[in-house]
């Protein structure tokens, strides 16, 4: 009979020798006993070819196999790769392992026991495969959300700490591509090949790297160019009711960036599936996805996924802003990404403030926005500019998901109901919109023709309701509600059909001075057309000054009154 052989990473006492033989059921004379520091930790027993391995070292031997045969197509295969390594090379002289047992999970939260060093925001590595991110620190016990392995996690499961926070693939590769929050591709066009990993988490630029928001950026929606401008760097809500045209209206500006060296990240946060594909589908027909990263957390993700998902877009955008690059950002859409955040901390059991939402919601909402921003030449001069999505109920903007984004935002877009549904489309309510930056995100073209247009759309809304009672008005009321009713029509303008800038500032120009005012309603639109259609055609140096300088010269408002003066005649 082969006599076992007792390894031991340290020497042990005679009382724990003579427990091991009484485990073993035989002599303690029959035991050969030997010490391998290499072993870290614990004991292997061998009786011929039988062994049985209890130490550290075996442990993560183990575990080290079990990554490498997990690690394709892993979405966080980077990060297992480098875990790998480490455990090949632990010694355990000047290191300890954090391990702990998962003690319960409930639809993607996981508590665990005996994690004593974890930090919040770290990732967790659990059952050597599945990876999970640190939410609560309590006495005893962590809470975390899983990312991955959402329906395989069991109570039981063995979990450490890894050190690292997560982290996702950026680079031009993943332009044109639609990926999950944590960057795995899920349009079927193969493997990404980053060009680097970036922290899913980065604080927000300081106020000494950033730069003034001077520079436009244009959508190609009149409205919003010329009333409510947005400039490189800035945050703009995007907020109204459901169906008001508020992910329309960031589709025609992502659109609207073809060929202006301008790259767009579009996150969708808990929308349905079909609406995701349909958007897809439109980026797709008028070639934006070629300078466009979808990332997708549909509906039927977890929770944790959808609230992840913003910071992990936000960080491919931010490679982007440091390489000198302009960014558009739409984040769609944050109320969702609010009940998500939710979900999580009433399963955390965190305790519910207002409306159920947790004391913090505020923090992840300003934390994530705030990366937005203008760098300054030193820091490369990139921009960084966020449009976010809010939904309303009832057209309420003051209850607590929209007012505290509008606090934490440069301004809000409001998307009216009545407007909508009334053919006033984009139904941007001028009077309840503003942007903070204003005048300072205009060329001076812009800034010379939409002077006052917001007073008169203001003061034309205002009088059409008293004029609704079919009350007697005079002839200066008229003439408000004359110009009014064409400005607004002149406004109105088809989805997926943005505007060049010289073709907006043209339209307003005209329209402002007077060419519509014997234009019938219905027929502004197809007249509009006609006159531009010609000055393009015939004034084809006019358009080229005004898009190369950003200016009206007194000589090209010479050219456009004539023309306002011939349009007169005609009509």
Known sequence: MNRFVVTSAKELSVEQKKKIAAELKTELSSVTFAVDEALIGGIVISNGDKILDASVRGKLDSASKKIGKNLEGHPLDHILKELKSEFRSFDGKNEKINAGIVRSVSDGVIFVDGL??????ELLLIADKFFAMVMNLQEGVVGAILLTGMTKVRAGDFAVTTGRIVTVPVGKNLLGRVVDPLGSPLDGAGEIVADGYRRAENPAPSIFDRAKVSKPLYTGVKTIDSIIPIGKGQRELIIGDRQTGKTALCLDAIINQKGKNVYCVYVAIGQKSTTVADVIKRLKEHGAMEYTVVVSAIASDSAPLQYIAPYTATA?????????????????????HAVAYRTISLLLKRPAGREAYPGDVFYIHSRLLERSAALNEKCGG??????????TLGSDISSYIPTNVISITDGQIFLE????????????????SVSRVGGSAQCAAMRKVSKGL??????????AIFTQFGADVDEDTKEVLNKGIKLTNMLIQPQFRPYSMPDEILEIYLT????????PPGKVRAKLDEILYKIK???????????????????????LDEIVASIKEEI
Do not use: Q, W
Not at 382 to 391: D, H, M, V
Not at 417 to 432: D, I, M, Q, T
Not at 454 to 463: F, G, H, N, P, V
Not at 543 to 550: A, D, L, W
């Open 417 to 432: 109901s009545e407007l909508f549904h009334s053919g006033v489309r984009p139904a941007v309510n001028v009077g309840l």
């Open 382 to 391: 990139g921009s960084l500019t966020a449009l976010p999505i809010i939904e």
């Open 512 to 519: 402002s001075a007077g060419a519509m005012r014997d234009v």
């Open 116 to 121: 004593k060093d974890a930090k919040v925001s």
């Open 316 to 336: 491919m955008a931010e490679a982007f802003m440091t390489e000198g690059k302009d960014v558009l950002i739409v984040y769609d859409d944050l109320s969702k």
């Open 454 to 463: 917001k007073l008169d759309l203001a003061r034309y809304r205002e009088m």
């Open 537 to 559: 055609s015939e004034k084809k140096e006019l358009v080229s000054s005004i898009e190369e300088t950003g200016a009206l010269s007194d000589e090209n408002v010479k050219i």
